[in-house]
């Protein structure tokens, strides 16, 4: 090849890098204004909320007090959803990546996949179908026995629609993100790390505390912190399960509710003043799920130096 071809070739190379530079540039721009357009159009539009008379504003106490019960029902739920899927998503992920067979692995990594694919009102409508009415002997049993304990203090929901159950709806549809994710980063280990662990006399708990887990301890929190957002921001699901009501501190009587499910029932119907209320419940909503994230990336940069990619 003479000189001039590989020049040639030099300059298309160059122009491509440039051409998909700035497409990848554009993209991120793109992005971030969106975010901006969004965050905009939503402050615009709640203005009228943060200005009207509190006596105004739904509860007739501003809206501070309208909008802090809804927050507190929205972290309860997306709380109880992580507790339960966090812990059976990484012991899910770790027996398809390092303990099952590898026939089996591929089908429950198949089955998991398929999970995440169900519209959320299908668990809904499992969660008000199924669940709710399978939980209130469970519930009964809390009441009677663990009454004290605020969390559990009856009258039992006599439907299963409480706080608890949309929680537990929430943790079968975020275990999907979860395991997927934390799969695929298990599998990312380095086999020199999990052989050398080996080779060492460890068992294959041991090398998976030892070489696993620390390597994927920044790709486990991306994961969970993706499920949160699924949990924080789901509506129908909520909204068919919970039967809503003020704040409570019971997990198993009737009450609470979540900032989403608050905005999909009342949305339809609402206008003037009432709109705006909505509209600035989803504008806390959209600062807490950013808030969630940026906590995310300043956990994840602390701990990625000491995880095995290093």
């Known amino acids: 090849m003479t000189t001039n071809a590989l020049r040639r070739n030099g300059s298309k190379g160059q122009a491509g890098d440039k051409v998909f530079s700035g497409a990848a540039l554009g993209a991120g721009i793109l992005i971030l204004a969106t975010l901006l357009a969004v965050a905009i159009f939503l402050f615009i539009q709640a203005l009228p909320t943060f200005t009207a008379d509190p006596t105004l504003i739904t509860g007739g106490e501003g809206f501070a007090s309208y909008i802090f019960p809804i927050v507190v029902g929205t972290v309860i739920a997306a709380a109880i959803a992580l507790l339960i899927a966090t812990p059976v998503g990484i012991a899910v992920a770790l027996f398809i990546s390092h303990y099952a067979p590898r026939k089996l692995a591929a089908g429950l ?11 959320s009102v299908i668990y809904g409508a499992w969660g008000y179908l199924v669940l709710a009415p399978a939980l209130v002997p469970t519930f009964q049993w809390l009441a009677a026995n663990l009454g004290f304990i605020p969390l559990f203090a009856g009258p039992a929901s006599q439907t299963g629609k409480t706080i608890l159950t949309a929680g537990i709806v929430l943790a079968v549809m975020v275990l999907p993100i979860i395991t ?40 486990i929190i991306s994961a969970v912190m993706l499920g949160l957002g699924r949990a924080l921001g789901e509506t129908m699901a909520v909204a068919l399960v919970l039967s809503t009501g003020g704040l409570i501190p019971s997990l198993i009587k009737s009450g609470n509710q979540t900032i989403a499910a608050e905005i999909a029932l009342n949305f339809p119907e609402a206008f003037g003043l009432r709109l705006a209320e909505l509209i600035a419940a989803g504008l806390v909503l959209f600062v807490i799920t950013l808030v969630v994230n940026l906590i995310a990336r300043a956990i994840i940069a602390r701990h990625k130096e000491f995880s095995g990619a290093n």
């Open 180 to 219: 997927s994710l934390s799969r695929e980063i298990f599998l990312q280990t380095p086999k020199l790390h999990e052989e050398a662990a080996l080779a060492l006399g460890a068992t294959r708990w041991e090398m998976i505390t030892m070489s696993v887990l620390p390597f994927a301890r920044p790709g």
């Open 109 to 119: 990594g198949y089955v998991i996949d398929l999970l995440a694919a169900i519209p």
